[in-house]
């Protein structure tokens, strides 16, 4: 059994910026990528603020090196954008010289281009070939061809918001048990029609900036995003002599079976998830120096993540947290890959970013998140992601192995 399972490589690409490097100067500027949408052409776009990335589909496509009339949705797009950044940052140039595998999260998938040519599906040859890409494995497959990946595991996890950070935990699983010497993992999710008039009739969006763990919270802001990580067996690492920005030390996958979308009002599967992945890292509450909480800002998350947080670390000891969905929206699947991105950031640069646009404590418990950046060494960063269905996880990022 491997003994650490080292991040070697990140890259991510969202609505504050189009590189981990412009994503961390945006978290410490508190800069926020939330305004009115302007990529969509949908009834909704004056009603509700979300997070979109700042390339157009073309522009996307130009960076790539793809031609004209390629098939490829806006998930997998920005999902082969920032899985090649992170191939880059981890130094690697040959891609097949050990097992390695990819594992990527989507929910919408190509929702994008199926609602662009959905209804004359019939019609052409050429409608029938941009709606394959629909299904959520396509775009895993386009990542996978872009990085040049040929015999390997190449897989997809969709188990809702919580999905980027199973991917995590089962590429840290892979590398433990020998399985894989080097897993690819993150997600990626684009901004669709489908998505937008979901969530709509779910009542949860916010037709302003959104306000995690705050009193008078209205609700969550979408956004779309993708990012990944190169996780790496110690052998790998000491052979290449790679430079690792921290390792993946524990991680719990929970589910509390409570509602179709709603968490548990108690937090039973957010408990257990951040219990599980404790337990994994061998570490107790009072090793954690940092929660990236998963924060969405409606009525139920935060009451429920709350709770839960108190569960675990009781309400005395609470370390500092803070959601960073403010600055991007909820990006759904991608999610728990984005801010294990920023769970690494600050580790790296020993930084907790704040909380945006909080104003009122809420009543029902008195821990309150970090409201500015704040500098503090950290060792240890959880990292929550809570989906719908009850999927709740939880990953524990370390400086040490």
């Known amino acids: 059994m491997s003994k650490g399972v080292?991040?070697?490589?990140?890259?991510?690409?969202?609505?504050?910026?189009?590189?981990?490097?412009e994503n961390f100067q945006s978290l410490v500027e508190s800069k926020k990528g939330i305004?009115?949408?302007?990529?969509?052409?949908?009834?909704?776009?004056?009603?509700i603020m979300v997070g979109e990335i700042a390339y157009t589909n073309s522009e996307l496509e130009e960076i790539l090196g793809l031609s004209p009339g390629n098939n490829y949705?806006?998930?997998?797009?920005?999902?082969?954008?920032?899985?090649k950044e992170a191939i880059a940052?981890?130094?690697?140039?040959?891609?097949?010289?050990?097992?390695?595998?990819?594992?990527?999260?989507?929910?919408?998938?190509?929702?994008?281009?199926?609602?662009?040519?959905?209804?004359?599906?019939?019609?052409?040859?050429?409608?029938?070939?941009?709606?394959?890409?629909?299904?959520?494995?396509?775009?895993?497959?386009?990542?996978?061809?872009?990085?040049?990946?040929?015999k390997s595991l190449v897989t997809t996890i969709s188990t809702a918001c919580s999905s980027a950070a199973n991917a995590i935990m089962l590429g840290a699983r892979l590398i433990k048990s020998g399985q894989l010497d080097r897993v690819i993992v993150g997600g990626s999710d684009c901004m669709s029609k489908f998505t937008i008039n979901g969530f709509k009739t779910l009542m949860i969006l916010s037709d302003t900036y959104s306000t995690p763990f705050d009193e008078n919270r209205k609700g969550l802001n979408l956004g779309e995003a993708a990012a990944f990580l190169v996780l790496e067996s110690d052998a790998v690492v000491k052979a290449e002599n790679k430079n690792?920005?921290?390792?993946?030390?524990?991680?719990?996958?929970?589910?509390?079976a409570f509602h179709q979308t709603a968490s548990s009002d108690h937090g039973d599967g957010a408990t257990l998830a951040m219990e599980k992945a404790l337990k994994v890292a061998g570490y107790t509450a009072k090793d954690i120096d940092y929660i990236n909480a998963h924060g969405t800002a409606t009525g139920n998350n935060d009451l429920s993540e709350g709770r839960a947080i108190i569960r675990v670390f009781g309400e005395e000891n609470v370390p500092e947290f803070s959601s960073t969905k403010a600055y991007i929206g909820h990006t759904l699947a991608a999610a728990g890959a984005i801010e294990a991105v920023?769970?690494?950031?600050?580790?790296?640069?020993?930084?907790?970013?704040?909380?945006?646009?909080f104003k009122t404590q809420m009543k029902e418990f008195n821990i309150t998140p970090e409201l500015k950046l704040k500098?503090?060494?950290?060792?240890?960063?959880?990292?929550n992601s809570f989906g719908f269905g009850g999927n709740c996880s939880t990953v524990i990022f370390s400086k040490e192995p």
């Open 73 to 83: 949705s806006r998930t997998g797009l920005i999902g082969a954008i920032a899985a």
């Open 35 to 47: 305004s009115k949408i302007s990529k969509i052409d949908t009834i909704h776009k004056d009603d």
């Open 244 to 256: 690792v920005l921290g390792y993946v030390k524990g991680y719990g996958n929970a589910n509390d």
């Open 6 to 21: 080292a991040i070697t490589g990140m890259g991510a690409i969202s609505a504050i910026g189009n590189n981990v490097a």
């Open 342 to 357: 920023y769970s690494i950031l600050a580790l790296q640069n020993n930084v907790i970013f704040p909380n945006l646009n």
């Open 89 to 150: 940052n981890s130094g690697i140039t040959n891609i097949n010289k050990y097992k390695t595998g990819l594992i990527s999260a989507t929910s919408v998938g190509g929702m994008d281009m199926t609602e662009q040519y959905y209804y004359n599906y019939l019609e052409t040859d050429t409608n029938r070939r941009y709606i394959a890409s629909h299904h959520a494995g396509d775009s895993t497959q386009k990542i996978a061809e872009q990085l040049g990946i040929a």
């Open 375 to 383: 500098e503090k060494e950290l060792k240890t960063v959880m990292s």
